[in-house]
C-alpha cells in the first residue's frame, strides 16, 4: 500500500516538473517567436541577450514570477525595435504586463493577445500598428490599462472594451478610429479614471451615461468630430481634474452644471459652435488654472466671478462676441494668470493701467477689439512678458508725446520677443530708446503694419540684433532706409511698403543672409536695384513695385536659383531683359509690369517650369512671343499687353491647359489667333488693338482668309486621288 502511495506521488511530482519544464519551454518559444520578427535592433539589445544559451527570465526586458520561472512581464519599451508583433506573444498565458512602447512596430496588434486572461496592462503608444482594434480584448476581464495613443489604429473602438469592468485607463488617442461612443459607455465602467481618445474621427453625440463614471479624473475628447451639445450630466463627474471637448462640432451652451466640478483644474471647449452667455458658475471652479473657451460664438459679459479664480493662469477667449470692458479690479485675484488671450470679440473701453500688476503675465493678447484710448505707459512692469498683441484696435498716442511712449516703458522687458500693434491710431514717432535696453536682445517680432507711425526710422533700430520680422507698411514713415538695418543678421522678413520712403536701397541690405522676404513696395525709392541680392540664397520673395528704380536689372540679381516672387511692376527700369532671367527655375510669379524694357522677350523664360504668373504688360518690348512658352506647362496668369509684339500668336500654347488668363492686346500681331485648348474660353478683350489678327468671330477680329493656291492643290490631290 505504501509502496503504492509512493509510486503515485512520484509519478505526480514527475508530472508537474514535465509539465512546468514544457510550459516555460513555451514561454522561451514564445519570445523567440516575438524577437524573430524583430527587423531593427539599433542597439542589439534582443539580439545579444535573448539567446537559449541563458534562462529567459535573465533577459532584458523580461519579469518572470516568484513562483515559477513564467513570464508575467515583458517591457521593450523605448528602444528603437522595428518589425511586427508575433502573434505567439498569446502563448504567454501567465503575462500580466506588455509594454512595447515608443518604438516601431507596424501591422497589425494580433488577436491572439485576447487570450492572455491574466493581462492587466498594454501598452502600445507611440509605435505604427494599423488595422483594427482586436475585438478579442474584450475578453481581457482584470485589464486594467489600455494604451495606444500615437499609432494608425482604424475602424470603431469594440463595444467589449467598455464592457472591462476593472479598466482604469483607457487611452486611443490620435488614431484614425472612427464610430461613436456607446450611450452605455459608463455602465460598466466603475474604476475608470482616465479616458483619452483625442485626434480621432469618433462622431455622434457625447453620451450623458459619462457622468456615470464618477471616478473619471481625466475626459480628453478634443479634436473628433462629435456634435449635440454637451450634456449636463458632466457636471456629475466631481472626481474630474482635467476636461477638454475643443475642436469638434459642440453646439447648445456650457452647461451651469460644470461648475460643479470642484477639483477641476483645466477646461476646453476652443473650437467648436458653443453660443450663449458665459455661466458665472465657472467662477466657482476655485482650482481651475487653464481655461480656453477660444472659437466659439459666445457673448456677453465677461462674468465677474472670473477674476476670483486666483490659480488660474491660462485665459483664452479668443475670437468670440464677448462685449464689455476689462475692470480696472482685473489683477485682484487674477495673481497666478501667466496668458490671456481676448482678442478677436467686442471688447471695448480703456486697457487699465492695473493689468501691468499681474507680474507673471508671459502673453497679453488684446487685439481685433475696440479697445480706445492710450497704451498703459507702465507696461514694462511686466517683466516676464514674451508677447504683447494690442492690433486692431483704436488705441491712441498720448498727443502731449511725439514719441510712442508706451515703447519705451518696454525696452527693460528681457524675455519680450514679440510685439504686434498693427492697425490703430497712434500718430506718434518711434523713440530712438525703444532700440536699446534688454529688448534689444530679446525682441524677434515687431508688427506695426498701418498703425500711424510717422517720421523718420531711428538709426538706433539696428540696435535690436535677435529680430527676425519687422512689418512697419502702410504707415508715414520718411525720409531713408537706415544703413543700420543690415546690421540685422537675423532678419528673415522685412515689410515696409506703402510708406514715403526715397533714396535708394542700402546696400548693407546684402548681409541679410537669412531673408526670406522683403517688400519696399509704393514707397518713392529709387536709383538702381542692388544686384548683391541675387547672392541671398534664403531670399525668396521681392516686392519692390510702385517705386522710381532706374537703370537696367543687373544680370547678378538674378543668380538665386530659388527666387519664387518677384514684383517689380511700376518703376522706371529699362534697358532689355537678360538672359540670365531664366537662372531661377524655381520662379512662381513674376510682374514686371509698368516699366521701360525693351527688346525680346528672352526665350530662356521656359525654364521657369513652375511659373504660373507672368505679367510683362505696358513695356517697350517686341519681338516674337517666344514658341518656348508652351514649356510653361504650370502657367495660369500670362500678360503681355501694351507692348510692341509683333509676329503670330503661337498656336503651340494652347498646350496651356492651366491658363485662364491671357492677354496680348495693344500689340502689332497678327496672324491667326489660335482657337484650341485654354484659347476656346477667351474673350475679345485678349487681343484687342492688333490690326492685323484674324480668327473666330467670338474675338472681334475680321476672319482669316484663305489661301487660294492652298485650296487649289488640295482639289487637285482629291481629283487625283478620284482618279485612281
Known sequence: MAKNVISAMLYVVIFIVAFLNSSTGDDESALLAFK??????????????????????????????RKHQRVIGINVSHMGLQGSIAKEIGKLSFLKSLDVSNNSFHDSIPGEIGNIHRLRTIKMQYNELNGQIPTSFGFLKILQKLNLYG?????????????????????????????????????????????????????????????RCTNLKLLYLMKNNFTGSIPNAIGNLSSLVRLNMGYNGLTGTIPISIGNLWKLESFGVASNSIQGHIPS????????????????????????????????????????????????????????????????????????????????LTLLELGNNS???????????????????????????????????????????RHLEKIVIQFNSFDGTLPKSFSSGNLSASLENF?????????????????????????????????????????????????????????????SFCNFVNLYKINLGENKLSQQIPGCLGNLTSLRNIYLYDNAFTSTLPSAFWNNKDLAIVYL???????????????????????????????????SIWRHQNLEYLILSENKLHGHIPETFANLTALQYLDLSQNNLSGVIPKSLEKLQNLVYFNVSFNELGGEIPNGGCFKHLTADSFKGNGELCGESQFNVMPCKVNKSSKTRVLNKFYHQLAW
Open 36 to 65: 524573430s520578427q524583430i527587423t531593427y535592433d539599433p542597439n542589439k539589445i534582443l539580439s545579444r541577450n535573448w539567446s537559449q544559451g541563458t534562462s529567459f527570465c535573465s533577459w532584458i526586458g523580461i519579469t518572470c514570477g
Open 151 to 211: 499609432n494608425f489604429l482604424d475602424g470603431t473602438i469594440p463595444n467589449g472594451v467598455f464592457n472591462l469592468s476593472s479598466l482604469v485607463e483607457i487611452d486611443l488617442g490620435n488614431n484614425r478610429l472612427s464610430g461613436s461612443l456607446p450611450m452605455d459607455i459608463c455602465n460598466n465602467l466603475p474604476k475608470l479614471e482616465t479616458l483619452r481618445i483625442p485626434l480621432n474621427k469618433i462622431g455622434g453625440t457625447i453620451p450623458p451615461s459619462l457622468g
Open 281 to 360: 458658475e465657472l467662477g466657482h471652479l476655485s482650482n481651475l488654472k487653464w481655461l480656453d473657451l477660444c472659437f466659439n460664438k459666445l457673448e456677453g459679459e465677461i462674468p465677474e466671478s472670473f477674476f476670483n479664480l486666483t490659480k488660474l493662469r491660462l485665459f483664452s477667449l479668443v475670437y468670440n462676441g464677448i462685449s464689455g470692458s476689462l475692470p480696472s479690479s482685473i489683477v485682484d485675484g487674477l495673481v497666478d494668470l501667466e496668458s490671456i488671450s481676448l482678442a478677436g470679440n467686442n471688447l471695448s473701453g480703456e486697457i487699465p493701467s492695473s493689468i501691468s500688476n499681474i507680474s507673471k
Open 371 to 413: 479697445f480706445s484710448g492710450h497704451v498703459p505707459m507702465n507696461l514694462g512692469n511686466l517683466q516676464n512678458l514674451r508677447m504683447l498683441g494690442l492690433g486692431g484696435n483704436q488705441l491712441t498716442n498720448d498727443p502731449s508725446m511725439l514719441e510712442l511712449g508706451f515703447l519705451n516703458s518696454l525696452r527693460n522687458c
Open 447 to 507: 508688427d506695426a503694419y498701418s498703425s500711424g507711425i510717422k517720421g523718420m526710422i531711428p538709426n538706433e533700430i539696428g540696435n535690436l540684433s535677435n529680430l527676425i520680422s519687422l512689418v512697419m507698411g502702410g504707415n508715414d514713415l520718411r525720409g531713408t532706409l537706415p544703413e543700420t538695418l543690415g546690421q540685422l543678421k537675423k532678419m528673415q522678413s522685412l515689410v515696409i511698403d506703402n510708406n514715403k520712403l526715397e533714396g535708394s536701397i542700402p546696400v
Open 569 to 603: 511692376s511700376y518703376n522706371l527700369l529699362n534697358g532689355s531683359l537678360p538672359l540670365e532671367i531664366g537662372s531661377a527655375t524655381g520662379m512662381r510669379t513674376l510682374s514686371l509690369m509698368g516699366n521701360q524694357f525693351s527688346g525680346d522677350i528672352p526665350s
